[in-house]
């Protein structure tokens, strides 16, 4: 804690305040004042001073005041560090991640609304959650949603709730996500494939703050920090008409787009050491040949897809030893020699055909283990199919 009067003639305690606020944010500062100047005090409060005192001020009075001072600072310390408890950890050796970290970290502070992209499996919820987690929120609900897990039909009702009798089977009411997350944050994972109609009434929470419940008469007033995720290109669906232009400047404020794992090999070793640890409580041996077998791949499933190669390698391991042998064959999706035999002459629509056709093959058209492998939902999946054409042969 620092105490320190005002009127001093070397410095003034204005400039003592300035300083300690610069170095150690975080440190109490008490200022004492002359007798009725409030005009003083109050603007060392706006500078970001804990308290002021009058002269002639009594110990006692001293003494409460401090002590005050002193408890506020160390709740806020325990604060920091159970949040930093919470705080899902992420892998940064690489310069790309160490900068989405630094955008994250710069951002959480305000209620800005943060679009996350990136491919399937690179970690675009762990980030949320670490927004979350150092943002003046933190102590309050992280509300997760995945768009594309629910069927339409029920997503106004998931999102925004509805009253008692709102529609047939509404036997009781429903809070809705939104209502759950007030006060804190709501992520919105695969955003792109929420419904047009309902692009309209995420618009007005954003713009209003408020939410249409199902149902009722009059909106109700939510506070909730919004982040969303997509490994879509939300600009190409705002091209197609498939997405609202007002609704993705809205949710496109902070911008925070999250590599592929094959861009940043230099993050690959030490998240494989991680999450070893979460997959295995063995004491396992990590030879050089795997390690190095691992760096090489592309991993088109990014940190998810290592994390379920690592839990294989595990649980196949002999004598705590992970083998090469083990590892599981790359995907059709994973680059190598399956992309080199693309014809020059095939388009992006042809590719996508041939590369949905595989997988169905490969699985002997069991269309949800297939959506698992190309990491999209199986609703995704089946409106390719559709789109395509497609046919179990024979």
């Given at each position: 804690?620092?105490?320190?009067?005002?009127?001093?003639?070397?410095?003034?305690?204005?400039?003592?305040?300035?300083?300690?606020?610069?170095?150690?944010?975080?440190?109490?500062?008490?200022?004492?004042?002359?007798?009725?100047?409030?005009?003083?005090?109050v603007?060392?409060?706006?500078?970001?001073?804990?308290?002021?005192?009058?002269?002639?001020?009594?110990?006692?009075?001293?003494?409460l005041?401090?002590?005050?001072?002193?408890?506020?600072?160390?709740?806020?310390?325990?604060?920091?560090?159970?949040?930093?408890?919470?705080?899902?950890?992420?892998?940064?050796?690489?310069?790309?991640?160490?900068?989405?970290?630094r955008?994250?970290?710069?951002?959480?502070?305000?209620?800005?609304?943060?679009?996350v992209?990136?491919?399937?499996?690179?970690?675009?919820?762990?980030?949320?959650?670490?927004?979350?987690?150092?943002?003046?929120?933190?102590?309050?609900?992280?509300?997760?949603?995945?768009?594309?897990?629910?069927?339409?039909?029920?997503?106004?009702?998931?999102?925004?709730?509805?009253?008692?009798?709102?529609?047939?089977?509404?036997?009781?009411?429903?809070?809705?996500?939104?209502?759950?997350?007030d006060?804190?944050?709501?992520?919105?994972?695969?955003?792109?494939?929420?419904?047009l109609?309902?692009?309209?009434?995420?618009?007005?929470?954003?713009?209003?703050?408020?939410?249409?419940?199902?149902?009722?008469?009059?909106?109700?007033?939510?506070?909730?920090?919004?982040?969303?995720?997509?490994?879509a290109?939300?600009?190409?669906r705002?091209?197609?008409?498939?997405?609202?232009?007002?609704?993705?400047?809205?949710?496109?404020?902070?911008?925070?787009?999250?590599?592929?794992l094959?861009?940043?090999?230099?993050?690959?070793?030490?998240?494989?050491?991680?999450?070893?640890?979460?997959?295995?409580?063995?004491?396992?041996?990590?030879?050089?040949?795997?390690?190095?077998?691992?760096?090489?791949?592309?991993?088109?499933?990014?940190?998810?897809?290592?994390?379920?190669a690592?839990?294989?390698?595990?649980?196949?391991?002999?004598?705590?030893?992970?083998?090469?042998?083990?590892?599981?064959?790359?995907?059709?999706?994973?680059?190598?020699?399956?992309?080199?035999?693309?014809?020059?002459?095939?388009?992006?629509?042809?590719?996508?055909?041939?590369?949905?056709?595989?997988?169905?093959?490969?699985?002997?058209?069991?269309?949800?283990?297939?959506?698992?492998?190309?990491?999209?939902?199986?609703?995704?999946?089946?409106?390719?199919?559709?789109?395509?054409?497609?046919?179990?042969?024979?």
């Amino acid at each position: 804690m620092v105490i320190t009067d005002l009127n001093m003639p070397q410095v003034d305690g204005m400039e003592v305040l300035g300083t300690v606020r610069n170095r150690s944010p975080e440190t109490p500062v008490l200022v004492i004042t002359a007798f009725g100047d409030v005009d003083t005090a109050v603007k060392a409060m706006k500078a970001g001073a804990w308290d002021f005192v009058e002269k002639p001020f009594s110990r006692d009075r001293l003494e409460l005041t401090v002590k005050r001072a002193a408890e506020t600072a160390r709740l806020r310390h325990d604060n920091r560090r159970l949040r930093a408890a919470q705080e899902p950890a992420i892998i940064a050796e690489s310069a790309a991640m160490r900068e989405v970290l630094r955008v994250a970290d710069r951002v959480a502070g305000s209620d800005a609304t943060v679009l996350v992209t990136g491919e399937s499996g690179v970690g675009k919820e762990l980030v949320a959650r670490r927004i979350h987690a150092r943002s003046a929120r933190s102590s309050e609900p992280f509300v997760a949603v995945n768009c594309a897990a629910i069927p339409d039909s029920l997503l106004e009702s998931e999102l925004f709730g509805h009253t008692k009798g709102a529609f047939s089977g509404a036997d009781r009411a429903r809070e809705g996500k939104f209502r759950h997350a007030d006060g804190g944050t709501l992520f919105l994972d695969e955003v792109a494939d929420l419904p047009l109609p309902l692009q309209g009434k995420l618009l007005r929470v954003l713009q209003e703050g408020e939410v249409d419940v199902v149902g009722a008469d009059e909106p109700t007033t939510v506070d909730v920090r919004v982040v969303v995720a997509t490994n879509a290109d939300l600009a190409e669906r705002v091209e197609d008409k498939r997405f609202r232009q007002d609704l993705y400047f809205r949710l496109a404020v902070i911008p925070i787009y999250i590599p592929p794992l094959r861009e940043r090999p230099n993050d690959v070793e030490p998240l494989v050491h991680a999450l070893l640890a979460e997959v295995s409580d063995r004491d396992l041996s990590l030879p050089r040949e795997v390690l190095d077998a691992l760096r090489r791949r592309s991993w088109p499933g990014n940190v998810r897809e290592l994390r379920n190669a690592l839990e294989r390698l595990a649980l196949l391991a002999p004598a705590d030893r992970l083998r090469v042998d083990d590892l599981p064959p790359e995907g059709p999706t994973s680059g190598g020699d399956w992309l080199e035999a693309i014809p020059e002459d095939l388009s992006l629509v042809d590719v996508e055909r041939e590369v949905v056709q595989h997988a169905l093959r490969r699985t002997g058209w069991n269309v949800s283990e297939a959506a698992r492998r190309l990491g999209v939902p199986r609703h995704v999946l089946v409106y390719r199919i559709e789109k395509f054409g497609l046919q179990r042969d024979g």
